[in-house]
């Protein structure tokens, strides 16, 4: 799974100079740190071995200025360079978090409808959210503390060296130990916590939101208990997770503390017998026993963020599971010019969604010329919504080719392709923003006469008018704050706005009642007039809004004769 994380490591080349700066305030900051502890006990040292050699009668020339000023720019240094490390640190972060994230969205655009129907929301709102925010370890947690280990524990090791070869091995030795081992160690101990942790997560924010979204069902059928239990159970494994976890933090920290001190305590005798041997002056003890100490700060971080690089891969890899998903249609690699006439056919067309599962469609063949208003009848399931997504290609035919102006869809660019169609369903989507911005989605640069004369044919005048807000109404959350036939009439005059040649209407006056219907139909068959309409419907009402009607059965389309139109039940 690391070549997960390698893969958004790439990602963060855009923003190297942030990511390298906050690496080397960090730098800064963690040498300053230790420089300071290390000079302040050879000053104080010093400092006490001058006096203790004035008050004999023996003067001693001792500059304390320099070293007192140098103490007071170091710790300077250390407060400004941890409040910038801080500032660029996040920064980075936060820049490298919204560019996956971007990345992520594009990457769902292709997967719409046909392979990102297939993963449930809150499974979906997991990946999005908490596990793009986990990544932000791979350079908080990760590259920025090893790369600060690796160069901070050299540089001590150097200077250690010019003091003493032997301390500076055994310090290094020791170092090695906390930085590598330990961290390797706590990172094969907590992988699977880790790991476990994410899948958790994401099994708790999906109940979550199948709660949230069935909660009226739910009370309704007395079954909230055995759902909240399910959660309620989520949560215990989600602590005991981490409350293992805590525990291996715990230990690996406690282990390096236990080496920083068995570190300190052999540079104290080595030091000792060095200073007996007049190799070390009594300042240089302290500034090297205290230098020691301090580098342990380098690598205290290493063990927990190794030990919980395994939720980090767990995220990475979910993302990833997502992004990679293969979508239903490819672009092609020349695309042929949108034609001036829309005239469509389908030739043969034969259709499954998987290879086990049994065929929906089957040797369709239909003319659609430019103009035509058809509807499409038949029971639930016996694939007039499948077709519909067909000619607009959220899929393409297993067998067969439906063609636009004589060219086959697969030639058209997704992008251009969608523009020829608006669509109308039961389920068009409002979002929680308002009116005015429901309606701009169809087309963003609308001018005020555009949206009135959209307003006024889709019958939203009066509802509007009525409006303390007007057009700055808030819909709320999927439309909540309208009636269904309100937020019907929202998602019609969108369709006008976008204008397109073919109206693909999917069931669009269900849930209505009849006057609604009546008025919709209506409204429809006054904007429809110059405009190809396929309306797929299980009613009659709405029938007259067309001039040919087809019937959809178990994966065959036929053709029913208008005489007897008038005697379909409702299917």
Not at 106 to 115: D, E, Y
Not at 230 to 258: G, K, M, P, W, Y
Not at 263 to 275: I, K, M, Q, R
Not at 307 to 322: C, D, N, S
Request: a neutral charge.
């Amino acid at each position: 799974m690391m070549r997960d994380c390698w893969f958004f490591l790439k990602l963060f080349k855009p923003y190297r100079a942030w990511l390298i700066g906050g690496i080397i305030l960090s730098l800064l900051t963690s040498l300053a740190a230790i420089t300071l502890l290390s000079l302040s006990g050879w000053f104080i040292t010093a400092s006490a071995i001058a006096g203790l050699m004035t008050m004999d009668g023996n003067a001693l020339a001792f500059n304390f200025m320099l070293p007192a000023a140098q103490i007071r720019a170091l710790a300077i240094t250390r407060t400004l360079g941890r409040y910038g490390e801080r500032l660029v640190t996040h920064e980075a972060t936060f820049r490298v978090l919204a560019q996956i994230r971007s990345w992520f969205y594009q990457q769902l655009i292709p997967l719409v409808p046909g392979r990102l129907a297939l993963l449930r929301s809150g499974d979906l709102l997991s990946r999005m959210t908490a596990d793009i925010d986990a990544l932000d370890a791979l350079y908080l947690r990760l590259v920025a503390p090893i790369m600060v280990a690796v160069v901070g524990v050299s540089a001590v090791t150097i200077v250690l060296a010019t003091y003493s070869p032997i301390i500076s091995i055994s310090n290094g030795l020791i170092l090695f130990v906390a930085a590598v081992l330990v961290p390797w160690l706590f990172n094969r101990l907590g992988k699977e916590g880790a790991e476990r942790i994410t899948v958790l997560m994401a099994n708790y924010r999906i109940r979550q939101v199948d709660i949230l979204q069935g909660f009226a069902d739910l009370i309704a059928h007395q079954a909230y208990g055995r759902f909240s239990a399910v959660l309620h159970d989520i949560s215990e494994r989600i602590i005991n997770t981490q409350r293992q976890n805590n525990r291996l933090t715990a230990i690996s920290s406690a282990l390096t503390f236990l080496l920083a001190q068995t570190s300190f305590l052999v540079v104290l005798v080595l030091a000792g017998l060095l200073y007996t041997e007049n190799q070390l002056t009594g300042a240089e003890v302290a500034l090297v026993v205290f230098c020691v100490l301090a580098a342990f700060e380098l690598v205290t971080p290493l063990p927990p963020a190794l030990q919980m690089l395994g939720k980090t891969q767990k995220a990475a890899q979910r993302i990833r599971e997502v992004a990679d998903l293969k979508p239903t249609t490819q672009d092609p690699l020349q695309e042929v010019l949108l034609p001036q006439e829309f005239d469509l056919h389908l030739n043969d067309v034969c259709f499954r969604y998987s290879d086990q599962q049994a065929w929906v469609l089957k040797q369709i063949n239909l003319h659609i010329p430019q103009g035509t208003k058809l509807a499409i009848v038949g029971a639930s399931g016996s694939g007039k919504t499948t077709l519909l997504h067909l000619l607009m290609r959220y899929y393409d035919p297993e067998q067969g080719q439906v063609l636009l102006a004589g060219n086959s869809l697969d030639h058209y660019g997704s992008e251009p392709l969608m523009t020829c169609f608006g669509v109308l369903s039961q389920r068009s989507q409002l979002f929680a923003t308002t009116i005015e911005e429901n309606l701009l989605i169809a087309k963003p640069n609308a001018t005020a006469t555009e949206l009135d004369a959209a307003i006024k044919a889709a019958g939203l005048e009066k509802f509007i008018s009525y409006l303390p807000e007007g057009l700055n109404t808030w819909v709320g959350e999927s439309g909540v704050k309208v009636s269904g036939g309100e937020a019907r009439r929202i998602a019609l005059a969108r369709l006008y706005l976008k204008n397109a040649p073919i109206l693909i209407l999917d069931e669009p006056t269900e849930g209505l009642d009849s006057e609604t219907e009546q008025d919709v139909f209506k409204a429809l068959s006054l904007f429809a007039k110059h405009k190809t309409v396929i309306m797929v419907t299980h009613r009659t009402a709405g029938l007259g809004l067309v001039d040919q009607v087809y019937k959809m059965e178990q994966g065959f389309l036929s053709h029913i004769n208008p005489l007897v139109i008038s005697k379909i039940a409702a299917i």
